[in-house]
């Protein structure tokens, strides 16, 4: 298992599998169900093969390969669609999405581009806790 002693103060490791999957979660303090719906909270998902089904589903539900997958979600269809995203090893795909969430919290990701119908009252905690303007 790969170390996540570099993942931003904003990013928690929600779990960690023996079998390598990962799942990071941003500001769970924050995105708690009680203020947001709980698929709301923005997560960052690292998969031995591709996920071909959704937060929420079966993990296990999966094209097996033997490649790793890091995918940012921001609820259960709007996902971050990166050609980068597919790693040999997981050493790599932990070094990615560690920096994914680096870029993440410092208000690099362009989330609002990922919906074709905008939550606005997201979008501004969002940007209050990614310092965007």
Known sequence: MSDY??????????????????VLAFRPDVFNADDFPA????????????????PGG??????????????????????????????????EAVDYAVDLAGRFADGEVDYRDLYQVPREEYFEKLDELTGEE
């Open 39 to 54: 698929p709301c909270l923005p997560t960052l998902y690292l998969t031995h093969g591709k996920r071909t089904r959704r």
């Open 5 to 22: 002693a570099d993942l931003p103060d904003d990013w928690v490791v929600w779990s960690d599998e023996d079998d390598g999957r990962t």
């Open 58 to 91: 079966n993990p296990n539900d999966r094209v097996v390969d033997t490649d790793w997958y890091v995918t940012l979600y921001l609820e259960p269809d709007v996902y971050l669609r990166d050609e980068d995203n597919r790693f040999e090893r997981r050493t």
